[in-house]
């Protein structure tokens, strides 16, 4: 039987951690320019003494919180809209993972896809550079595929499969008012990407379990589609991940066989235990 983990979030590290992980001799990666910390000083003046007092601000109509909390609503509403009816999507995408302790970017490419069912919904991401792999969501299982090794690692998320679902499938056709139940969600304005608007969404953990494994996560949602164009996960360490995606498509059909290994008659298959 595959391993099943307790905690869907161990889960998903230890998916990332397959993912990230390539032979040296064949990953590339781009180094960190190193940027110089400087300190800026601030000099203080002592002003002349003056008979007119500081005037004060003027005072605002409407509190900017109560302003971001309008439209933080006001996005999440569109997005409940665009979810309900949500069929598939796909896009290209660019995986950048940003290691803290040796200040270096491991860089992967593909393409990635997510069809909703009538209980689920399955993903599916195709990596092309710099090593082929591929990374499949489907009736409850994590399965990843190394074709340069022709070795298939399989993971069963058991009781914690909505969990694992809603975190695989973050950012691309869920409700917006559902990330309200597993994180402290802040607006943080619009944004355009890829010639697309967006609006940013800065997601704290709730779980004090959570956080301790991702800190913060922060979403550039295009409301209209209800999908990510951009994503960033950071860890306490002071790794990162950064999704950007492009060519988005949604509501086309996706071939069944995407949802398929393709693998060798040899092929060898791991549950870790």
Request: hydrophobic share 35%.
């Amino acid at each position: 039987m595959p391993k099943t983990f307790k905690s869907p979030w161990i889960l998903m590290m230890v998916v990332f951690a397959l993912l990230i992980s390539s032979d040296a001799q064949t990953t590339t990666k781009k180094k960190k320019r190193n940027v110089k910390s400087s300190t800026t000083t601030t000099a203080t003046a002592t002003s002349a003494a003056t008979d007119k007092p500081n005037s004060p601000a003027p005072a605002s109509a409407t509190p900017p919180g109560a302003a971001n909390n309008d439209k933080l609503e006001a996005a999440l509403t569109q997005m409940d809209k665009s979810a309900a009816g949500f069929r598939s999507a796909e896009a290209d995408f660019v995986w950048d993972q940003f290691q803290a302790i040796v200040q270096e970017h491991d860089i992967q490419k593909g393409k990635v896809f997510f069809v909703r069912h009538e209980k689920d919904t399955h993903m599916a991401a195709q990596i092309t550079e710099p090593d082929k792999k591929q990374v499949i969501f489907t009736d409850g299982k994590i399965r990843f595929y190394q074709p340069k090794i022709d070795q298939v690692t399989e993971y069963e998320a058991g009781a914690n499969k909505e969990e694992v679902e809603s975190f695989m499938v973050l950012g691309f056709g869920g409700r917006g008012h559902d990330l309200l139940k597993s994180f402290d969600v802040t607006y943080g304005g619009e944004e355009t990407i890829d010639g697309a608007k967006t609006v940013k969404l800065e997601l704290t953990p709730k779980a004090e379990k959570v956080k301790k494994m991702f800190s913060r996560f922060i979403l550039w949602i295009d409301p209209a589609l209800d999908v990510s164009r951009k994503q960033q996960a950071f860890e306490p360490s002071g790794d990162y991940r950064t999704a950007t995606y492009s060519n988005i498509k949604r509501d086309e059909k996706v071939p069944e066989d995407t949802f398929k290994l393709k693998t060798t008659s040899k092929t060898k298959v791991v549950r870790p235990q």
